[in-house]
């Protein structure tokens, strides 16, 4: 079965973190830390959380977290919203794919994991993968797009033009797809 986050490499374009589920914590990094997006910060050890609810996704903190500048508590997020966590910490929210309710946090200029990923995915349906604005994961110019799905505990990808073609994403190996 697949775990709640899940590292995926990809060769000459980075590391993405997969985080699965419906409340996904934000908080500091460390040996006891239980947020499952540590970063290296001054947070608390789960200063936020993203919630999933259907296909919108909200934020909540006791405090501590704006929403384009404004302070909140539990707010709705919308593509394209800056969040800022703490004094530091700020995250672009994104919904790039209307075909997918997964969406992407990406880092601001010196937000940092453990794991050195620039962007985390909360992986909720497919994820696109691809040279387009409408992709989670950008691949670089003239790349095939392909989609990274998830059936019964285990991942596959697929070129997104093709049903047919469905290719198992075993944990912890490598996988060739294209050039």
Known sequence: ALGRRLLLRIDGVGSFLLVRGDRIGIGRAGPDATADIPLISDLSERAAEI????EDYFVMASGGVELAGRPVEYALLQDGDRVRV??????????????????????????????????????DGPVVMGAGKECHIRLPAGSSSVVLIERGGRMFVKPAASASQIVPLPLGMS???GE
């Open 86 to 123: 703490g004094r530091r910490v700020k995250l672009d929210f994104r919904r790039p794919s209307s075909k997918s309710t997964s969406a992407v946090l990406d880092f601001g200029e010196g937000v940092r994991m453990a794991s050195d990923c620039r962007r985390v995915i909360l992986w």
């Open 51 to 54: 919630i999933r609810a259907g």
């Open 175 to 177: 996988v060739e797809l």
